[in-house]
Every structure is written in C-alpha cells, then in structure tokens.
C-alpha cells in the first residue's frame, strides 16, 4: 500500500537548536519524494524535492531508499520557520499520476 | 508571479445540495488536481486532469464527485449531492509537466455543509 508517515503531530525546539522532522514512505516503485510547507495564513508551497537535491532556507532532505524515509533536516532553526511541513510522495498509480500526503508535523520555534 | 486562484474562499450549502468549486490553475500549466483536507486530518489525494481528461483518481472521488474544463482557463470540481462528511478545505493545484513535478497551490475553498 502507498503510504507516507509522519509520526511527529508536533515538534517544538528552540531558536538555534537542530531540527529533524522524520517522514517514511510506503511504495512499490520509484517515487519523487517532497517536501511542502505551510506558513500561518499561506497557501501550501514546495519547500524541497528529492530530486534537485538543493538546500532551501538552510533545510535538506536525503531520500535513503534502504529505510524509505526523507527526513528534513536543518542545522539551526530559526522562528520564521515555524509552520506546517508535510512529506508528499508521487507516483505512478493505475492510470497517471497520484500524489500522496503525510499527516504533517508542526513545527514550534520558540526565541 | 503567477499563482492558482480559488473561488468561493468559503460556501456554505445544505446537505443534498450542488457545489462548484471554482479553480484557474497558472495558464501555461497542463496537469491540474484537487485535493481535500478534513479538519484535523491530512490532505488526500482527490483527482489528476490532463488532456481534458481524468487522469487518476482516488477512492474518495465517487460518483458524486465530477471535474470539468468548461473553458481554457477554468477547472471546477462538482459535487453532486453534498453530505455532512463533504465538509472540507479543498484544494486545486497544477503542475507544468507530468504528475511528478512541483505542484502550485491555490488558497483554497473551505466548504461547509449543514
């Protein structure tokens, strides 16, 4: 079954403190793994793909096939990146293409 | 910068009733979707279009459920018969290439059934 589990509902850290927001995926082919962001009162909006293997806004995201997960990753959090981020996986299903979300994770940066 | 546009922002209907929710995806997009994310819950994959044509869909997107792109600029998702549970922010989206590319998305309409 195609599936995308994000097991945190809600991540608070500190300002300057790493953060780590896990995301793994159920597939059985090759998928294009994303990630989206949500800021308070903003529409949803790509944040990074597994593909362009860029650093946005300080985050990256390795996709590690062996443990199908694409967690998102930043050194040092900042408040403007508190929001909702959500795990996306696209795929191939029995006609086109489909894409699937996680459930999401909020983060909370506290100064 | 060009962006997806969504109309109503909200509607409100009673059970049984017909909706149309109104999306202009960016023009030069050629695969558009809706999505719906219930309250508290997660954001779920309603339909793919391309090539005036349903593309994908979800086990979600029954009968009731209908899209159409009535013109060159427009993509409407129909509801037929609302229900409680039709309760919902939906989303339209669109995407340059194929269903693998980054996808744009529009504010959204948030529709409530009574």
């Known amino acids: 079954a195609q599936r995308v589990t994000q097991p945190e509902k809600l991540l608070s850290v500190f300002k300057g403190a790493p953060v780590e927001l896990k995301c793994n995926y159920s597939?059985?082919?090759?998928?294009?793994l994303f990630w989206y962001v949500q800021y308070s009162r903003q529409r949803l909006q790509l944040l990074l793909r597994?593909?362009s293997r860029e650093s946005i806004k300080g985050f990256t995201a390795d996709l590690n096939k062996g443990e199908t997960s694409f967690h998102l990753k930043k050194p040092f959090a900042q408040e403007e990146d508190s929001a909702m981020y959500y795990c996306a996986l696209s795929g191939r299903a029995t006609g086109g293409f489909k894409t699937i979300f996680g459930a999401g994770t909020r983060l909370f940066v506290k100064a | 910068e060009p962006e997806v546009t969504q109309t109503p922002s909200h509607q409100v209907t009673q059970m049984g009733q017909e909706v149309i929710l109104r999306c202009v995806p960016i023009s030069n997009h050629l695969y558009f979707y809706w999505y719906r994310q219930i309250l508290g819950q997660k954001v779920e994959f309603l339909v793919s279009f391309y090539n005036n044509e349903i593309s994908e869909k979800s086990e979600i997107f029954d009968d009731q459920f209908s899209v159409e792109r009535p013109d060159g600029s427009n993509f409407t998702l129909k509801i037929r018969s609302t229900k409680l549970e039709d309760s919902a922010m939906y989303f339209c989206?669109?995407?340059?290439?194929?269903?693998?590319?980054?996808?744009?998305f529009g504010p959204g309409t948030r529709l409530t059934v009574t």
């Open positions: 597994h593909i």
């Open positions: 989206a669109s995407s340059e290439g194929t269903g693998l590319e980054e996808q744009y």
């Open positions: 597939y059985s082919g090759s998928p294009e």
